[in-house]
């Protein structure tokens, strides 16, 4: 009988449980697996980790992106995997219901003051290209403003928060800075979704095992541009 490879090598993402010989035939492609015990914060219902099971680097390409979410336009040229959808359907489904809410910015972008002008300023603008309204602290704190304050109002006033994870990213949290309140904020919500840069998700799990142990996407899976693609779908409501 075939043994589960997850408390061995983890199933952080899609690939990863594809290559479980336990795993992949039994759940359709993933088991969700988790080595941290339960917590008010871990509250997606079950939702399994995301990204591709395989290495393509285009949209719509690659072993396993062959569905499309319910909320993706039968024009798109974005394709999932299934375990992304999976991923993707309750931070959407909480999207809707917040469809009245007036004022609301898409996405609160939370990353690294070290990636401002790099990873973080490239998915920023990758995003609003596609129409996506960001609170992004480079253009959103005016000078002589209260950080924290300015932080908790665009938390408050956004769709959904997303956390660019990259080494500079850890390297705060590790030293309980800004990133680390900005996460705390962010994981007591159903609206979070981690996109790992220039990382792997087992030194995220070393560094924050709450968030370790969300579902995400990861560039070392796909490319920036199609990451950016697939949040800009996930918050976009028809008129």
Do not use: Q
Not at 101 to 112: N, Q, S, T
Not at 133 to 156: C, M, P, Q, Y
Not at 205 to 229: F, H, K, Q, Y
């Amino acid at each position: 009988m075939a043994r589960c490879t997850a408390p061995v090598r983890g199933h952080r993402t899609a690939s990863a449980a594809a290559a479980c010989p336990a795993c992949s035939s039994r759940y359709g492609g993933y088991r969700s697996y988790s080595p941290y015990p339960s917590s008010p914060y871990l509250s997606y219902g079950g939702s399994s980790a995301s990204g591709s099971s395989g290495s393509s680097r285009s949209s719509g390409g690659g072993s396993g992106r062959t569905t499309k979410p319910r909320w993706s336009r039968a024009s798109s040229p974005v394709m999932y995997t299934p375990s992304e959808v999976r991923t993707l359907t309750p931070v959407r489904e909480n999207v809707e219901r917040r469809a009245s809410v007036p004022d609301l910015r898409d996405i609160f972008l939370c990353h690294a003051w070290d990636d401002r002008k790099g990873a973080a300023k490239e998915l920023h603008d990758l995003l609003e290209s596609k129409g996506v309204s960001v609170w992004f602290s480079e253009k959103d704190v005016l000078l002589g403003t209260s950080l924290l304050r300015e932080i908790d109002k665009g938390l408050a006033k956004s769709r959904v928060g997303i956390v660019l994870v990259t080494p500079a990213f850890l390297s705060r949290v590790k030293a309980e800075g800004i990133a680390d309140k900005e996460l705390s904020a962010l994981l007591a919500r159903d609206l979070l979704v981690p996109i790992v840069h220039d990382t792997t998700y087992e030194t995220l799990r070393d560094v924050s095992p709450l968030l370790g142990s969300r579902s995400g996407l990861s560039t070392a899976e796909e490319p920036m541009s199609d990451i950016a693609a697939k949040l800009a779908e996930l918050v976009t409501l028809d008129e």
